[in-house]
């Protein structure tokens, strides 16, 4: 590390990070991929960037892996769908040492442009508790009661990449990220998200003949869900352009957890029994994007339908689930 390169991406290991790392490749810059994990557990892993494996957390491992580079792009966190997060509230707010030492060390290091991923988790809980939701506008984060833990961490480091720029002129961007979804997520192990758990369940189904499948929840709670195509652009936008303020990445595309399910099992060509589980975890009521600002600023927003999104992401699951069954 500290070789002269174009972009650092922190949390390259994970689902967004991975595919991010190849984008940017592709369109011939140089990279540094960063993750704590070793690295046959990444989700992808590219010849042409520079992986390295550290513990960004650290102040000194965060030092050098910014070091000598022009942009970063830290998605690096402890995270998971809602099954993790309600249940490991400190490990998510710990995150924070990641966040803090990442942008300490822009800062230092003389780094152009940081760019932070947000979440929905900063919204008030008190305007989501309807399934039939009006969409989160980005003032809807304050007054601040975001989802415990995960949230609070979220709006405490994009409040700090504020005011790095106020006092000391980093240039930060900020997107609040929705529900993203795609092939080479987290499919299984406890920190999957609502889209790839139910791919997996209704492959498991298809493949076993057993057609019962269980939902978090009555199924009746909604959200949306960006496809990572759409994240991916997004980003790079948000990161390229000349706002800093906090704006909305998601699909405006609403849908019960039901709707989600109907769709799988459309696609996988079945008709699943369901058994809902009404003490599982299952997060807010109703969730939406309020894309205005994010058109406003761009004259874009994520576009790409759900049920075609999800048709390239169960035919991905589907795959790892039949693998790990041989
Ligand atoms: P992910 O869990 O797949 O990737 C995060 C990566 O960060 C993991 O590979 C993890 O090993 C790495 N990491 C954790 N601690 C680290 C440390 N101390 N040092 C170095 N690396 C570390 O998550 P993702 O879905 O790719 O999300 C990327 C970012 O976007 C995260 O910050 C997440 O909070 C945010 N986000 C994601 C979603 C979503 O739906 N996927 C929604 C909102 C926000």
New binding site residues.
């Given amino acids: 590390m500290g070789k002269q390169v174009d972009v650092v991406v922190?949390?390259?290991?994970?689902?967004?990070?991975?595919h991010l790392v190849g984008t940017l490749l592709d369109q011939g810059l140089t990279v540094r991929a960063?993750?704590?994990?070793p690295r046959h557990?990444?989700?992808q892993l590219h010849e042409g960037a520079e992986n390295v494996t550290?513990?960004?957390?650290?102040l000194e491992?965060a030092r050098a892996a910014v070091r000598g580079a022009r942009q970063v792009y830290?998605?690096?966190?402890?995270?998971?769908g809602m099954g993790y997060i309600e249940n490991n509230k400190a490990a998510c707010m710990l995150?924070v040492?990641?966040s803090t030492h990442m942008l300490k060390a822009a800062h230092e290091e003389g780094v152009e442009r940081y760019f932070y991923?947000?979440?929905?988790?900063v919204y008030a809980a008190g305007k989501q508790t309807d399934p039939d939701v009006t969409a989160l506008r980005e003032e809807d984060a304050y007054p601040a009661q975001a989802e415990d833990g995960?949230g609070w961490e979220?709006l405490f480091s994009e409040r700090m990449c504020r005011h790095f720029t106020e006092d000391y002129g980093l240039v930060t961007r900020v997107a609040?990220?929705?529900?993203?979804?795609g092939p080479h997520?987290?499919w299984t192990g406890g920190?999957e998200?609502a889209p790839a758990a139910v791919c997996r369940k209704v492959a498991e189904a298809a493949l076993s003949g057993d057609h019962r499948i269980e939902i978090w929840g009555d199924g009746r709670q909604t959200r949306s869900f960006?496809y990572i195509d759409d994240c991916l652009h997004g980003t790079r936008m948000i990161m390229d352009g000349d706002s800093g303020v906090p704006v909305n990445l998601g699909s405006s595309e609403l849908v019960s957890i039901n709707q989600l399910v109907d769709l799988v099992e459309q696609i996988a060509g079945i008709r699943c029994e369901r058994h809902y589980r009404l003490d599982a975890p299952q997060g807010v009521r109703g969730r939406n994007s309020d894309n205005t600002l994010i058109r406003e600023l761009y004259g874009w927003e994520p576009s790409i339908p759900l049920i075609d999104g999800l048709e390239r992401t169960y035919a991905w699951v589907y795959d790892q689930v039949k693998r790990a069954h041989q």
């Fill in positions: 922190a949390g390259a290991g994970g689902f967004i990070g991975g960063i993750d704590n994990k557990a990444w989700h550290a513990d960004l957390s650290l491992h830290m998605l690096a966190a402890d995270m998971g995150s040492l990641i991923s947000s979440s929905a988790c995960y979220k609040r990220y929705h529900n993203v979804y997520g987290t920190r998200k960006m």
